[in-house]
């Protein structure tokens, strides 16, 4: 509708590797419907691959996508599993490697802001225990080098004080909360660091954090929902001194400081993380919006609007009764 109301085409290029499709003639005519809307782009495609071959330079999806060189306004990774469901840093195809790859594609050949968003998993069973070790790692690093910093985590409530072993992190002790908070910090500076040291430089400013409940085992959710703005630092033209070279453009301010700035916020966003299942129960009109936002789209789209109503009204009965178990409501 936004598009619509301001005569602006949208296209999109979409990644599905098609496991999640039981008719595959049915999603192309789907696809076809979502073209023939209104300011659709008639180039929009969903390619049939796995996001993981975005870091493959003999895959569909390297091909279509990084090869172009073009950049996007808005980078959505929609994961049903999580964000460090393999062993990372392995040679075969993972997320992390297909993210990073995505990320450094975007600066290279991105001038304008733009935002990124990525949902994921978090609950300890799907995350593999490799990757969480590096985040904790990481963070013990951080606090060693500023205790204060072991302080403000306990105080902002991300981790306990019973959740550490002298002055680091005991990874055995986390809560499911917990492990879903260092989960958010470890990749809310993952996606910083490759951010910021970049050349030219940018910035990720961390966006409102929401959450649900997939598995409905624990009181904590255990999906997350994060996203980054995301906008080049400006630079400023340093001459030689001898007068004998061309100046030359390094980023202006001060790179530590823009990045300790974007980590507080890292962490404010996570202490002020919003269960969206507990926001809505308690917030009906918000909820009625929304189911009616989500119908028109489907709608749209010509997706059986009625078996949508039955499912979500289902799904709400369900949810209601998890938090009413769990005393959440």
Not at 129 to 137: A, G, L, N, P, W
Not at 295 to 313: G, I, N
């Amino acid at each position: 509708p936004i598009c619509v109301d301001r005569q602006n085409e949208l296209q999109f290029i979409g990644l599905n590797a098609g496991v999640d499709d039981s008719d595959s003639a049915l999603s192309l005519a789907l696809l076809s419907q979502v073209r023939a809307l209104p300011y659709i782009h008639k180039a929009s495609e969903v390619v049939t691959d796995k996001f993981e071959h975005l870091a493959q330079q003999k895959s569909i999806a390297y091909a279509k996508i990084i090869t172009l060189q073009r950049s996007f306004d808005v980078v959505n990774i929609d994961l049903c599993g999580s964000f460090a469901e393999n062993l990372s840093g392995a040679t075969e195809p993972n997320i992390p490697t297909a993210i990073y790859s995505l990320l450094k594609h975007q600066l290279q050949h991105r001038a304008k802001d733009w935002l990124f968003f990525i949902t994921t998993r978090s609950d300890r069973s799907a995350v593999n225990s490799k990757t969480m070790e590096s985040f904790v790692k990481w963070l013990n690093e951080q606090i060693a080098n500023n205790l204060a910093l072991k302080d403000t985590i306990i105080e902002k409530k991300l981790l306990s004080a019973d959740e550490f072993d002298d002055n680091l992190i005991a990874i055995e002790r986390l809560s499911p909360q917990s492990h879903s908070n260092v989960l958010s910090m470890g990749l809310g500076h993952w996606i910083l660091d490759a951010l910021i040291k970049t050349a030219p430089a940018w910035r990720a400013d961390m966006l409102p954090q929401y959450e649900y409940h997939v598995t409905m085992q624990e009181s904590s959710c255990d999906m997350l929902s994060l996203g980054f703005y995301c906008k080049k630092i400006p630079q400023q033209a340093h001459s030689d001194s001898f007068n004998i070279a061309s100046p030359i453009a390094t980023a202006s301010g001060n790179l530590i400081e823009i990045a300790t700035n974007c980590g507080m916020k890292i962490q404010r966003r996570i202490t002020e993380r919003i269960d969206i299942d507990l926001h809505l129960h308690k917030n009906s009109e918000e909820y009625d919006t929304a189911l009616e936002g989500s119908a028109e789209l489907l709608a749209s789209a010509h997706y059986d609007v009625d078996a949508y109503r039955k499912w979500a009204t289902e799904k709400q009965a369900e949810t209601i009764d998890f938090l009413t178990r769990f005393g959440l409501t």
